[in-house]
């Protein structure tokens, strides 16, 4: 038989877990939810007379014989448990049951283990620990504005692989029990992936974020290898929500710097649609804490609190021991304030609890912290104390919640100091604690709740100075301002609770859906459901657009020459019979012959496809031969007419198509005698000649309008599955069959011709019974840029780098662009690591040892 603990803080997300669950909202309300670590059993069954199996924990018989410590400020080890706990099939159904039948909270558990610690009849869960460990030790501290040294990476890019796969798990939970129509409320950095991989399952998915502690500035977030991931995740969202304003501006300035996505304080445009960002501070249930905080258990506690520290004034602390709470700088203000106003020495006791933090911090930085904690308590003590009196009664510790709000209703100062806070119930629990007595508020203006607690005292906590002083006016503040101060106070929180919080934010997320109802944002691609169709497959087929998708886009076009990985992942993915991998391009044969015409397994489509060339041959096909081009001369003398009037602009002549480039011109000229050059062309050639006018990325290309990409991805599509039905030979692939048509797509380009390509693909996935050329389900379009542009595309991804990896991916290129035989798995990037992690639903055997 399991106990059931409640998990410790969070308590107004708890509170409105429940008031979602009552009936006094109006929702249908489940809590999807990791059921946390499960501890071992300590107590086991044994005979009467049985020893105890250690002596540990034990008070020894002779009070003398007390054990020699080797390492004072070390604790001893503790035996990891090798084969880990074993949960069988019957306790994980009833812990479900019990949770789903809860009256307060309907739960749905996320069991979190890989397939090979669970089996039909139960599952294993070993190092519980590691599913929140990236976010605990790489979030949860950059987020605080915290950053640790660096490090080989080898560690951290297994914390990524299981964060990533958490995420994974949570999706494939809530997707078991989602029905359409259905609002998903993702809560805080444990889930920062869990709204785009949602988004790329159910493209029409009402989901929402709502981040309970800070985000940094771009400054900090740049510092974290995988910001870009973690940006993406959260856009999968239609609402965003923060604690307070500085937050929410900071998440919209790092998609711009980091994403390059447009924003403002209200929003973020991204793959085209808007996902709207808001500000909601969070409150407390205060009704349920006011007759918590008034019982008449609290009151015989409270009454011993008042006679204990008679005749003292108390300020009263309660905060977890992290570096972010700011315990020792208040501490330090504490002491300043002793030395600074001499006459309150004797009369004012700091009474301090430092609860145990949940988050896994680093052992040696929650030992610091706690070192420097005591060494401040001592250095007060033993300055400013007596042998009769202490002013610092520190007690690290957990405390009842009885005794917690009778030290809350005893106090006359409440004293937060917080160096980097999200949400702190501790301040608005204070409110209501001092609606008879009226004791001031000292608050940390780097807490999430300080925008929301504009009556209180707000200080800096790293100025001890400043602090010292508003310790005294507080203690001779008269009793009408700490009235007025209390009143109002006491006003916000009780209307501005945790039942107003979260009903706004359900109310702002439906005016958000409200208003952009047919809007759906391409979703990044899912590389781990990518890798399982490609495995699954027979025969495939990619098609690749060269600049902006293998290669960035630059200045000069001439230097867009391919990386050595680029070559190496192309080269891999094309050794591989069953992949037909073909660049798809604007550019002219030379320049593709030149830098990838030695891979001689790549076919060739250039200049937009007028030109052909087949994998394995070297004769380029005509496509447009028989065409008349005399079109050409008359769009020559234009373009040379802007080219004259734009310094930097060049024309680029190819044998089907004409080009007129502005890269390298002042942007806002280029930009203007584009459109210019624009209406001339297409009032004059293309009023004449079967051609078409095309914008790309700082450039306009003419050409006939028979000759496009999408005329080639058709082509290439009904020429395969012609050859393969002709064919007919049965599939060696374990589903057996006949293999007679393409079996995985990947398509990948940037700008305005690729939406050919994708047109073509969405028109031959048609219709989904079978019959269509290529199934929509194993059809991946991708484009690729920070664009705001709508997109025919279902599935995006951010720059050419990412397209590599993903290729890399598929062919089993490692991040130093060695194949299978260099490196693999053991040298494989982070984000592909996660990806087939979660596609194997383990890591791959290794690299946790590299």
């Keep these: 038989m399991q106990e059931l603990k409640p998990r410790r803080g969070q308590s107004a997300l708890f509170d409105s877990f429940s008031h979602l669950s009552s009936d006094e909202a109006p929702w249908n309300h489940t809590v999807v939810a990791w059921p946390g670590e499960i501890e071992t059993p300590l107590d086991t069954l044994s005979p009467p007379g049985t020893p105890p199996a250690t002596t540990v924990h034990l008070s020894s018989l002779n009070v003398l014989s007390a054990p020699i410590p080797i390492d004072g400020d070390k604790a001893p080890p503790t035996p990891p448990l090798v084969d880990g706990l074993w949960i069988p099939r019957e306790d994980m159904q009833r812990l479900e049951t019990q949770l789903s039948h809860d009256k307060r909270i309907k739960t749905v558990p996320v069991w979190l283990a890989d397939d090979t610690e669970g089996h039909d009849e139960g599952i294993r869960l070993k190092d519980q620990g590691r599913w929140r460990r990236y976010a605990e030790h790489d979030l949860y501290p950059l987020f605080h504005y915290k950053l640790h040294e660096p490090t080989d990476g080898r560690a951290e890019r297994i914390q990524w692989a299981d964060y990533y796969r958490m995420n994974q798990k949570f999706a494939n939970k809530i997707l078991e029990i989602y029905k359409p129509g259905d609002i998903v409320i993702v809560h805080d950095y444990n889930l920062m992936l869990l709204p785009s991989m949602l988004r790329q399952r159910a493209p029409h998915m009402y989901i929402s974020f709502y981040l309970h502690c800070p985000f940094p500035s771009s400054e900090f977030l740049r510092c974290l290898p995988r910001r870009k991931e973690i940006l993406e995740g959260v856009l999968g969202s239609n609402l965003v929500g923060f604690q307070s304003y500085s937050f929410s501006r900071h998440f919209a300035s790092c998609c711009t710097r980091i994403l390059g996505f447009p924003s403002d304080t209200t929003g973020i445009e991204a793959y085209g649609t808007r996902v709207e960002v808001g500000v909601f501070p969070i409150g407390i249930d205060a009704t349920k804490v006011a007759s918590q905080a008034f019982t008449t258990e609290v009151n015989s506690k409270f009454e011993g609190l008042k006679k204990l520290y008679a ?65 401040l308590v001592m250095k007060i003590n033993g300055m400013y104390g007596s042998l009769g009196f202490s002013p610092v009664q520190h007690y690290p510790q957990y405390i009842s919640q009885d005794e917690y709000f009778a030290l809350l209703r005893a106090a006359d100062i409440g004293l937060i100091t917080s160096v980097r806070d999200g949400m702190n119930t501790t301040s608005l629990e204070y409110v209501i604690c001092q609606r008879e007595t009226a004791g001031p508020l000292i608050l940390s203006e780097f807490s999430g709740t300080a925008g929301s607690l504009k009556d209180a005292i707000h200080i800096n906590p790293w100025d001890l100075t400043g602090v010292a002083e508003q310790i005294n006016n507080a203690l001779t503040m008269g009793e009408e301002q700490r009235q007025d101060m209390e009143k109002s106070l006491l006003a916000h929180v009780t209307s501005r609770n945790v039942q107003f919080w979260i009903a706004g934010f359900l109310r702002r997320l439906v005016n958000v859906l409200g208003s952009r109802r047919d809007i759906i944002s391409t979703p990044l691609l899912d590389r781990a459901s990518m890798l399982r169709k490609y495995r699954a497959a027979h025969k495939r087929l990619f098609m690749f657009d060269y600049d902006g998708t293998l290669t960035p886009i630059v200045a000069e076009p001439s230097a867009a020459i391919p990386s050595e990985r680029v070559i190496t992942s192309l ?146 599509v009904t020429t395969y599955n012609a050859e393969m039905k002709a064919l007919d030979t049965p599939s060696h692939t374990p589903s057996g069959g006949s293999n007679r048509k393409i079996e995985f797509v990947l398509c990948m380009g940037d700008d305005f011709t690729d939406e050919d390509m994708f047109r073509a693909l969405n028109g031959l996935s048609a219709p989904s019974d079978g019959t269509a050329e290529v199934e929509a389900e194993n059809t991946f379009s991708v484009t690729v840029g920070a664009s705001t542009k709508l997109t025919l595309a279902r599935w995006h991804l951010l720059e050419p780098e990412d397209v590599i990896e993903c290729v890399a991916l598929l062919a089993g290129v490692g991040s130093g662009g060695g194949g299978s035989t260099g490196g693999g798995a053991m040298s494989m990037g982070e984000v592909n690591l996660a990806a087939l992690s979660t596609v194997e639903d383990h890591l791959p055997a290794g690299v946790g040892e590299n």
């Design 571 to 716: 080269k891999a993915l094309a050794a591989d019979h069953r992949n037909a991998v073909w660049i798809i391009s604007g550019r002219d044969q030379e320049f593709l012959s030149h830098h990838l015409g030695h891979i001689k397994e790549l076919g060739f489509s250039a200049e937009h496809g007028s030109f052909l060339k087949h994998p394995g041959t070297e004769n380029w096909e005509n496509l447009a031969e028989q065409y008349d081009m005399g079109w050409q001369q008359e769009t020559l003398e234009v373009f040379q007419k802007y080219t004259d009037k734009v310094p930097g602009a060049f024309i680029e002549r190819k044998r089907c198509a004409l080009t007129w480039h502005y890269r390298a011109a002042d942007p806002e000229q280029g930009v203007l005698m584009s459109r210019e050059c624009q209406k001339e062309m297409e009032a004059t050639v293309g009023s004449k000649w079967d051609v078409e006018v095309m914008t790309g990325k700082a450039n306009l290309e003419v050409r006939p309008t028979f000759i496009n990409k999408g005329e080639i991805v058709k082509r290439l």
């Design 311 to 375: 005749g003292k004034k108390m300020i009263v602390g309660r905060d977890r021991l992290d570096s972010v709470r700011g315990v020792a700088q208040k501490l330090m203000a504490f002491e300043r304030f002793l030395e600074m106003f001499p006459e309150w020495r004797d009369k004012v006791v700091l009474i301090q609890v430092t609860s145990p933090t949940n988050i896994e911090e680093k052992e040696e930085s929650e030992d610091k912290i706690a070192s420097r904690v005591n060494e």
